[in-house]
């Protein structure tokens, strides 16, 4: 475990951050007990994953990737993550928007969001 | 009691997620494939090819023009789903549970 | 700078998502969890990433905020 | 959940906020080849500000748009981005190759309105998604989707 | 048009979707109408493609026309283009199936569901063809998020069993994602081909591993693997009957077809990858031992079959951990035995009368006078699954028990034969009441809706699935020969 982190510089720091944060929301997922506070631990997750990525992308000294004119070599940053991560941040709000309507409908029914209450319910 | 069993869990997860991050190329490090593979092309080209300065819209809308397709059906996916799932008000979802026909 | 800005926000983030989790009350929860947003869209600044940014700070700060504050009203009781 | 706030300041300054942030969307979707922003965050300023007209004022009239004009927006944007991909297919090129476009000029600015109009589509079809999320999350449509 | 084959397959069932909603105001049978005719012309391309790619090479499509690895680029070739067919062939059927259900529906939720189930079609058909990696996440997101709404909109306690597959979904979804970036930051390209030869340069590194082993265990969560299968036996029984038939049938395959595209033509035959493997077939034998003992004391029919869906997705796991050229074999052939027989027998429970929210064994005493014809299809479908000859079934688990033999893995072997015998138990069980068991008088009043419910939309999708359980039975030779071993990898 020391001579893992050791091993980090500060040039993998992000990285073990974004790890720390993806832990976090998968320990949230897997142990609370209501669903929105579950839901609020799948967020956190999903950036954690949007945090490596644009991690990726950085590069030291470098500009956001927008073309400035009459300038030769410029270091940009990586487009190619960014856009990809447009995209994961849509998912991860349409996710959520039907994880809601879910815990909307259940809530009606069941008047609970604790799953192990829930879980009763169901075997009843 | 499942808490520290899940902990359990993570924490050799959090070693082996770690360790694979050391190997990683360092953040910010120009020189790594991320940088000198498929995005030097978009950096290069982008412009004269696209006409979009903003080289992140030009690999949204052009060079990956149907991912962004797939995140708007992704989103449109998801307003259906939910008007399916929780139905409109003059017509809330069918309480289709105990007493199917 | 920049390469210290990075992990600050981050650690940030960390924090808020760890309060977003223990606290009580879920309103509370989901305020933390707005701010846990702002965090990363400040973090994405810091990544040269202003797209993304920008798109987090939208998305989440404000859209996943609402629909969380209308399901958790509707799912309490109480009205909006 | 149909009350309103009722305080007039908010009603009005919601009033008076709305259209500026209408133009900063179409200013975010407009510029979006050249700085920071396009159709999906436009969308999204644009919902939101839709939503927040219906929180203020509570739905009904004078909030933007009926839930039964979201789900229209919601299918048309795709429609359009789609439509634009196959015009590009009935016109030579494969899907979504704007360059291929029927329009005189040449082929660089082709791309540039093609970009342009699937941002359009973009925006138009996340404004409508996100207000039909809401709309169903709050109950708060009017019943004629 | 015929150049734009491979686009148009997935579009056929997207544009509808987004066109289906509009519609479905003006006239609900025009929305309907147009639903069926989306499938079909969605099967009539990807039969034309795969006829096209098995005459010749590798079909190449460049969306936006960007060569790839800059752009995204379709790729059909004989393992994705007959996955696409296997897809749209139970798509069309479900879609003329889901008729007759839906008929008691308003018309904007008709056409909400007929929309989505387009998608469904439509994010699953994208990931059978897709070349890219990142594009194939996002077609998993629409068919993800498709499935939730389609699953959860059967009632109350499908809305929780819902839930938590949502939630076990998403997990999946990220870890793949995160195991995408990895491979990206070691690769620099997304493109299939391309990391396929760029990785194979990459010294073997725990960094690649880590990549290599989250987006299995992304795609193995997504099959619903044996220990993370809890939410599946909830969602089929509780979902509507449309949904089960073509959920159980084909979306676990999809993950299943996307799993051996990234082991044998995209990650390099590594350390990792051998390792990865190793796992699956531990996890798959654990899997279909469960399967098969937990679906012996179900009493609700549905349930039985899912938890025999578990079994069953462990053969086809068990035929990518053994990886010699017999085994996959049989495993691609299960693929699509699997398929058509799982949706024939949800599809023939879907059509039987239903009183109470359970379907018991006992509902099903003298079904065979009832229903002569779907009953038959049912029993053809029953005995593929326990592996009786000449019915598909056989030959799959007859290629995997080869393939396990050739590797000598005699545990495996016995594995196939143990779970056999136990699905026999069950299976006969059930056929006993179908065929020997004395039913109620079929003029009995509570039967109206069933009969209703058993219109030649119900009957046709049912007794063609079991009509092509038994076709894939007869001329396995020729559907080997001429599909599957070109879509073999080179081992």
Same mark, same amino acid.
């Given at each position: 475990?020391?001579?893992?982190?050791?091993?980090?510089?500060?040039?993998?720091?992000q990285?073990?951050?974004?790890?720390?944060?993806?832990?976090?929301?998968?320990?949230?997922?897997?142990?609370?007990?209501?669903?929105?506070?579950?839901l609020?631990?799948?967020?956190?997750?999903?950036?954690?994953?949007?945090v490596?990525?644009?991690?990726?992308?950085?590069?030291?000294?470098?500009?956001?990737?927008?073309?400035?004119?009459?300038?030769?070599?410029?270091?940009?940053?990586?487009p190619?993550?960014h856009?990809?991560?447009?995209t994961?941040?849509?998912?991860?709000?349409?996710?959520?928007?039907?994880?809601?309507?879910?815990l909307?409908?259940?809530?009606?029914?069941?008047?609970?969001?604790?799953?192990?209450?829930?879980?009763?319910?169901?075997?009843? | 009691?499942?808490?520290?069993?899940?902990?359990?869990?993570?924490?050799?997860?959090?070693?082996?997620?770690?360790?694979a991050a050391?190997?990683?190329?360092?953040?910010g490090?120009?020189?790594?494939?991320a940088?000198?593979?498929?995005?030097p092309?978009?950096?290069e080209?982008?412009?004269?090819?696209?006409?979009?300065?903003?080289?992140?819209?030009?690999?949204?809308?052009?060079y990956?023009?149907?991912?962004?397709?797939?995140?708007?059906?992704?989103?449109?996916?998801?307003?259906?789903?939910?008007?399916?799932?929780?139905?409109?008000?003059?017509?809330?979802?069918?309480?289709?549970?105990?007493?199917?026909? | 700078?920049i390469?210290?800005?990075?992990?600050?926000?981050?650690?940030?983030?960390?924090?808020?998502?760890?309060?977003?989790?223990?606290v009580?009350?879920?309103l509370?929860?989901?305020?933390?969890?707005?701010?846990?947003?702002?965090?990363?869209?400040?973090?994405?600044?810091?990544?040269?990433?202003?797209?993304?940014?920008?798109?987090?700070?939208a998305?989440?700060?404000?859209?996943?905020?609402?629909?969380?504050v209308?399901?958790?009203?509707?799912?309490?009781?109480?009205?909006? | 959940?149909?009350?309103?706030f009722?305080?007039?300041?908010?009603?009005?300054?919601?009033?008076?906020?709305?259209?500026?942030?209408?133009?900063?969307?179409?200013?975010?979707?407009?510029?979006?080849?050249?700085?920071?922003?396009?159709?999906?965050?436009?969308?999204?300023?644009?919902?939101?500000?839709?939503?927040?007209?219906?929180?203020?004022?509570?739905?009904?009239t004078?909030?933007?748009?009926?839930?039964?004009?979201?789900?229209?927006?919601?299918?048309?944007?795709?429609?359009?981005f789609?439509?634009?991909?196959?015009?590009?297919?009935?016109?030579?090129?494969?899907?979504?190759?704007?360059?291929?476009?029927p329009?005189?000029?040449?082929?660089?600015?082709?791309?540039?309105?093609?970009?342009?109009?699937?941002?359009?589509?973009?925006?138009?079809?996340?404004?409508?998604?996100?207000?039909?999320?809401?709309?169903?999350?709050?109950?708060?449509?009017?019943?004629?989707? | 048009?015929?150049?734009?084959?491979?686009?148009?397959?997935?579009?056929?069932?997207?544009?509808?979707?987004l066109?289906?909603?509009?519609?479905?105001?003006?006239?609900?049978?025009a929305?309907?109408?147009?639903?069926?005719?989306?499938?079909?012309?969605?099967?009539?391309?990807?039969?034309?493609?795969?006829?096209?790619?098995?005459?010749?090479d590798?079909?190449?499509?460049?969306?936006?026309?960007?060569?790839?690895?800059?752009?995204?680029?379709?790729?059909?070739?004989?393992?994705?283009?007959?996955?696409?067919?296997?897809?749209?062939?139970?798509?069309?059927?479900?879609?003329?199936?889901?008729?007759?259900?839906?008929r008691?529906?308003?018309?904007?939720?008709?056409?909400?569901?007929?929309?989505l189930?387009?998608?469904?079609?439509?994010?699953?058909?994208g990931?059978?063809?897709?070349?890219?990696?990142?594009?194939?996440?996002?077609?998993?997101?629409?068919?993800?998020?498709?499935?939730?709404?389609?699953?959860?909109?059967?009632?109350?306690?499908?809305v929780?069993?819902?839930?938590?597959y949502?939630?076990?979904?998403?997990?999946?979804?990220?870890?793949?994602?995160?195991?995408?970036?990895?491979?990206?930051?070691?690769?620099?390209?997304?493109?299939?081909?391309?990391?396929?030869?760029? !990785?194979?340069?990459?010294?073997?590194?725990? @960094? +690649?591993?880590? /990549?290599v082993? $989250?987006? %299995?265990?992304?795609? =193995? #969560?997504?099959?619903?693997?044996?220990?993370?299968?809890?939410?599946?036996?909830?969602?089929?029984?509780?979902?509507?009957?449309?949904?089960?038939?073509?959920?159980?049938?084909?979306?676990?395959?999809?993950?299943?077809?996307?799993l051996?595209?990234?082991?044998?033509?995209v990650?390099?035959?590594?350390?990792?990858?051998?390792?990865?493997?190793?796992?699956?077939?531990?996890?798959?034998?654990?899997?279909?031992?469960?399967?098969?003992?937990?679906?012996?004391?179900?009493?609700?029919?549905?349930?039985?079959l899912?938890?025999?869906?578990?079994?069953?997705?462990?053969?086809i796991v !068990?035929?990518v951990?053994?990886?010699?050229? @017999? +085994?996959?074999? /049989?495993?691609? $052939?299960? %693929?699509?035995?699997? =398929? #058509?027989?799982?949706?024939?027998?949800?599809?023939?429970?879907?059509?039987?009368?239903?009183?109470?929210?359970?379907?018991?064994?006992?509902?099903?005493?003298?079904?065979?006078r009832?229903?002569?014809?779907?009953?038959a299809?049912?029993?053809?479908?029953?005995?593929?699954?326990?592996?009786?000859?000449?019915?598909?079934?056989?030959?799959?688990?007859?290629?995997?028990?080869?393939?396990?033999?050739?590797?000598?893995?005699?545990?495996?072997?016995?594995?196939?034969?143990?779970?056999?015998?136990?699905?026999?138990?069950?299976?006969?069980r059930?056929?006993?009441?179908?065929?020997?068991?004395?039913g109620?008088?079929?003029?009995?009043?509570?039967?109206?809706?069933?009969?209703?419910?058993r219109?030649?939309?119900? #009957?046709?999708?049912v007794?063609?699935?079991?009509?092509?359980?038994?076709?894939?039975?007869?001329?396995?030779g020729?559907?080997v020969t001429?599909?599957?071993e070109?879509?073999?990898?080179?081992?």
């Amino acid at each position: 475990m020391v001579s893992v982190l050791s091993s980090f510089g500060g040039g993998q720091l992000q990285y073990a951050l974004a790890a720390v944060l993806l832990l976090i929301g998968l320990y949230g997922m897997l142990v609370k007990t209501n669903f929105a506070r579950k839901l609020m631990a799948m967020n956190v997750m999903q950036v954690a994953v949007i945090v490596f990525f644009v991690s990726l992308a950085v590069r030291s000294g470098g500009t956001p990737p927008i073309e400035i004119e009459h300038e030769a070599a410029v270091a940009y940053a990586n487009p190619l993550p960014h856009a990809l991560m447009l995209t994961a941040i849509v998912v991860s709000v349409s996710t959520t928007g039907v994880a809601l309507a879910l815990l909307i409908r259940t809530h009606r029914r069941f008047n609970t969001l604790d799953e192990s209450e829930l879980l009763d319910r169901l075997r009843e | 009691m499942i808490g520290r069993l899940t902990v359990l869990l993570l924490i050799p997860a959090l070693v082996v997620l770690l360790q694979a991050a050391a190997e990683l190329p360092a953040v910010g490090d120009g020189t790594s494939p991320a940088f000198t593979h498929v995005a030097p092309y978009y950096l290069e080209h982008a412009h004269e090819e696209t006409g979009a300065p903003n080289f992140v819209t030009a690999v949204l809308a052009d060079y990956r023009g149907y991912d962004t397709f797939g995140e708007l059906t992704v989103i449109f996916t998801a307003g259906l789903a939910c008007l399916l799932i929780l139905g409109t008000r003059d017509e809330p979802s069918r309480p289709r549970d105990e007493e199917t026909p | 700078m920049i390469d210290t800005l990075g992990p600050l926000f981050l650690l940030l983030m960390v924090v808020c998502a760890v309060a977003a989790l223990s606290v009580k009350e879920l309103l509370s929860a989901v305020t933390i969890f707005g701010a846990f947003s702002f965090f990363s869209a400040a973090f994405f600044v810091v990544q040269d990433a202003l797209d993304v940014a920008f798109t987090e700070a939208a998305v989440g700060a404000v859209i996943t905020t609402v629909f969380f504050v209308c399901a958790i009203k509707r799912t309490t009781g109480r009205s909006v | 959940m149909r009350s309103r706030f009722g305080s007039p300041v908010l009603d009005a300054s919601a009033r008076l906020l709305a259209p500026f942030m209408w133009l900063f969307a179409a200013y975010v979707m407009v510029h979006g080849h050249d700085s920071p922003g396009g159709g999906f965050q436009a969308g999204v300023i644009l919902a939101a500000s839709i939503v927040m007209l219906r929180l203020v004022r509570g739905g009904g009239t004078g909030s933007g748009l009926s839930s039964r004009g979201a789900l229209t927006l919601a299918c048309a944007g795709p429609l359009l981005f789609g439509g634009i991909g196959i015009g590009s297919l009935f016109s030579g090129g494969n899907f979504l190759d704007y360059g291929a476009l029927p329009l005189p000029m040449d082929p660089v600015q082709v791309r540039v309105i093609g970009t342009l109009g699937i941002e359009a589509g973009v925006m138009l079809g996340v404004t409508g998604v996100l207000v039909l999320i809401f709309d169903v999350l709050a109950s708060w449509d009017d019943g004629t989707v | 048009m015929s150049r734009h084959l491979p686009i148009l397959i997935v579009l056929c069932p997207l544009v509808g979707a987004l066109i289906v909603p509009l519609v479905g105001r003006v006239s609900v049978r025009a929305a309907r109408g147009l639903t069926v005719l989306a499938t079909m012309s969605s099967l009539a391309c990807a039969v034309a493609a795969l006829r096209e790619v098995l005459s010749g090479d590798d079909w190449h499509y460049h969306l936006g026309g960007w060569a790839p690895p800059w752009g995204i680029e379709y790729v059909v070739d004989p393992l994705g283009g007959g996955m696409a067919v296997l897809v749209a062939l139970l798509a069309t059927l479900v879609a003329i199936y889901a008729g007759p259900y839906l008929r008691g529906f308003s018309s904007l939720r008709g056409a909400t569901f007929d929309s989505l189930f387009l998608l469904l079609t439509g994010g699953l058909l994208g990931i059978t063809l897709t070349g890219d990696l990142f594009n194939l996440y996002v077609f998993l997101e629409i068919s993800s998020l498709a499935a939730y709404a389609l699953l959860g909109s059967g009632g109350e306690r499908a809305v929780v069993a819902t839930f938590r597959y949502l939630l076990v979904g998403t997990i999946a979804a990220s870890f793949y994602l995160l195991g995408l970036g990895y491979l990206y930051a070691l690769t620099g390209t997304l493109n299939m081909a391309d990391l396929a030869i760029r !990785l194979a340069a990459v010294p073997s590194g725990s @960094a +690649a591993t880590v /990549g290599v082993v $989250l987006i %299995v265990v992304g795609l =193995a #969560v997504k099959m619903a693997v044996f220990p993370l299968h809890g939410w599946m036996p909830d969602a089929y029984t509780y979902a509507p009957p449309p949904v089960t038939m073509f959920i159980a049938a084909v979306m676990s395959k999809v993950s299943a077809y996307a799993l051996i595209r990234l082991l044998f033509f995209v990650l390099p035959a590594g350390d990792a990858v051998a390792t990865a493997r190793d796992v699956l077939g531990w996890v798959a034998v654990a899997g279909v031992l469960a399967g098969s003992v937990l679906a012996l004391p179900q009493k609700d029919v549905r349930r039985m079959l899912a938890y025999s869906s578990i079994g069953q997705m462990g053969y086809i796991v !068990l035929g990518v951990s053994l990886g010699n050229a @017999a +085994a996959l074999t /049989g495993a691609l $052939l299960h %693929v699509g035995a699997h =398929a #058509v027989a799982k949706g024939c027998l949800f599809g023939a429970i879907g059509s039987m009368p239903r009183q109470t929210v359970q379907v018991e064994i006992a509902g099903f005493a003298g079904a065979a006078r009832r229903a002569p014809l779907t009953m038959a299809a049912f029993t053809v479908a029953a005995l593929s699954l326990i592996g009786m000859p000449p019915t598909a079934g056989f030959f799959s688990k007859w290629y995997l028990l080869r393939g396990a033999l050739e590797a000598d893995a005699w545990v495996f072997a016995a594995v196939l034969l143990v779970s056999s015998l136990l699905s026999a138990i069950y299976f006969f069980r059930l056929l006993e009441q179908i065929y020997f068991a004395d039913g109620p008088p079929v003029s009995e009043p509570g039967q109206a809706s069933g009969v209703a419910r058993r219109s030649w939309r119900v #009957v046709a999708p049912v007794v063609t699935l079991g009509a092509i359980v038994l076709l894939i039975g007869l001329f396995n030779g020729a559907l080997v020969t001429s599909v599957i071993e070109r879509a073999l990898p080179e081992l």
